[in-house]
């Protein structure tokens, strides 16, 4: 029926969009995947484009820099250490799991007593990472699978950096397929063990810091390379975390196009 409370929930977006640094961009960049009411989509968009001109970058460069890693210090781990107790919070495919164990390697159903008392602060933070966590993965996935409508590009080192070796969007482009161009030469890869490879498991050792990268996509490509990377994913157990090489592709006939 619409929103409760306009004027408050606009004096929150303006908020977001206003504050120093980027912690309230991220949040005003999940909101604007979740909200689809066009005024407030309206509002948000004016916000980021204001926050992007304000810090001399485009949208879309805001949308890539304001993803926090919420204390992720590897692609998709995060270990804290309280006492003789060891958190683990793992981003595992579209999933975010935490796990509890002793330094000796027992594992524990929830963190013990002593950690309570000892380490509040630090457990209440760990629960506030994995409950803000569980919010943002969808969201950047979302805004990943965007890309297509954006059309997106960038060179190697800046989308190693923000999306590939990113501790939080690292755990879903390591499982999409990229584009890359250079001059007259093109290629599809994935990343896989520490390299970008070829559908046909060979490496492609030709990147360079001029090679662009978009999002890869089936539409462009003949059949047969979609069904070769459908193949590749089925072989190496990689579950995407929306349809890319599963995508449903419509091309016209010649009939349809005449």
């Given at each position: 029926?619409?929103?409760?409370?306009?004027?408050?929930?606009?004096?929150?977006?303006?908020?977001?969009?206003?504050m120093p640094g980027m912690e309230g961009l991220a949040q005003l960049s999940i909101l604007?995947?979740?909200?689809?009411?066009?005024?407030?989509?309206?509002?948000?968009?004016?916000?980021?484009?204001?926050?992007?001109?304000?810090?001399?970058?485009?949208?879309?460069?805001?949308?890539?820099?304001?993803?926090?890693?919420?204390?992720?210090?590897?692609?998709?781990?995060?270990?804290?250490?309280?006492?003789?107790?060891?958190?683990?919070?793992?981003?595992?495919?579209?999933?975010?799991?935490?796990?509890?164990?002793?330094?000796?390697?027992?594992?524990?159903?929830?963190?013990?007593?002593?950690?309570?008392?000892?380490?509040?602060?630090?457990?209440?933070?760990?629960?506030?990472?994995?409950?803000?966590?569980?919010?943002?993965?969808?969201?950047?996935?979302?805004?990943?699978?965007?890309?297509?409508?954006?059309?997106?590009?960038?060179?190697?080192?800046?989308?190693?950096?923000?999306?590939?070796?990113?501790?939080?969007?690292?755990?879903?482009?390591?499982?999409?397929?990229?584009?890359f161009s250079q001059g007259d030469r093109a290629a599809s890869g994935i990343w896989w063990?520490?390299?970008?490879?070829?559908?046909?498991?060979?490496?492609l050792d030709w990147l360079s810091d001029q090679t662009t990268v978009e999002l890869w996509?089936?539409?462009?490509?003949?059949?047969?390379?979609?069904?070769?990377?459908?193949?590749?994913?089925?072989?190496?157990?990689?579950?995407?975390?929306?349809?890319?090489?599963?995508?449903?592709?419509?091309?016209?006939?010649?009939?349809?196009?005449?």
């Amino acid at each position: 029926y619409g929103p409760r409370a306009a004027k408050v929930g606009n004096a929150c977006i303006w908020a977001l969009g206003a504050m120093p640094g980027m912690e309230g961009l991220a949040q005003l960049s999940i909101l604007k995947i979740k909200i689809r009411q066009p005024k407030a989509q309206g509002m948000m968009t004016n916000a980021l484009e204001s926050a992007a001109q304000r810090n001399g970058l485009t949208a879309d460069e805001i949308a890539e820099l304001s993803v926090p890693t919420y204390g992720l210090e590897d692609v998709g781990l995060r270990v804290d250490e309280l006492g003789e107790v060891r958190s683990e919070l793992r981003v595992d495919g579209n999933r975010v799991e935490q796990t509890w164990q002793r330094v000796d390697g027992k594992k524990l159903a929830a963190a013990p007593k002593t950690v309570q008392t000892e380490f509040g602060e630090e457990l209440q933070e760990i629960k506030q990472a994995v409950k803000d966590l569980r919010k943002m993965l969808p969201a950047q996935r979302d805004r990943l699978e965007n890309l297509y409508l954006t059309e997106v590009r960038g060179s190697v080192p800046v989308w190693r950096e923000r999306y590939l070796e990113h501790p939080l969007v690292g755990t879903l482009a390591r499982r999409l397929i990229w584009k890359f161009s250079q001059g007259d030469r093109a290629a599809s890869g994935i990343w896989w063990r520490g390299q970008i490879i070829g559908r046909d498991d060979q490496p492609l050792d030709w990147l360079s810091d001029q090679t662009t990268v978009e999002l890869w996509h089936p539409l462009h490509v003949d059949p047969q390379v979609v069904l070769a990377w459908r193949q590749w994913l089925v072989e190496h157990e990689v579950q995407q975390p929306f349809k890319q090489a599963h995508r449903e592709v419509y091309i016209l006939t010649d009939a349809e196009i005449t």
